[in-house]
């Protein structure tokens, strides 16, 4: 995956895209990269605090993964593709 990353830092993105009910047991972080060709894409990086996994937690990611682009979507009106979201899930 870094192959096709520029050597830009990435940015971290404020928001949050966890349900607020769920946020003692997940957190998020979500960050802008650029890749090699310029253009925009996301890491986004989901800490679940539980000490099992959760099976329910892939359509979890697949929910926030859609508010992240419909934010994006919004905030870039004039989109002619969709960035690319790398998720990224940990446990502890």
């Known amino acids: 995956m870094v192959k096709f990353l520029s050597p ?3 940015k971290l993105v404020p928001d949050s895209f966890v349900d607020k009910a769920l946020r ?4 998020d972080r979500l960050f802008e990269v650029e890749t090699i ?3 925009t894409a996301f ?3 989901l800490i679940e605090h539980k000490s099992a996994p959760d099976g329910k937690v892939g359509w979890q990611l697949l929910r926030y ?5 419909k934010q994006w979507v919004k905030e870039n ?5 969709l960035p690319a979201i790398v998720p990224l899930l940990f446990y502890h």
């Open 24 to 27: 003692d047991h997940l957190s």
């Open 8 to 10: 830009k830092p990435p």
């Open 65 to 69: 993964m859609v508010e992240i682009l």
């Open 37 to 39: 060709n310029g253009k």
């Open 43 to 45: 890491l986004y990086v």
């Open 77 to 81: 009106p004039n989109w002619d593709h």
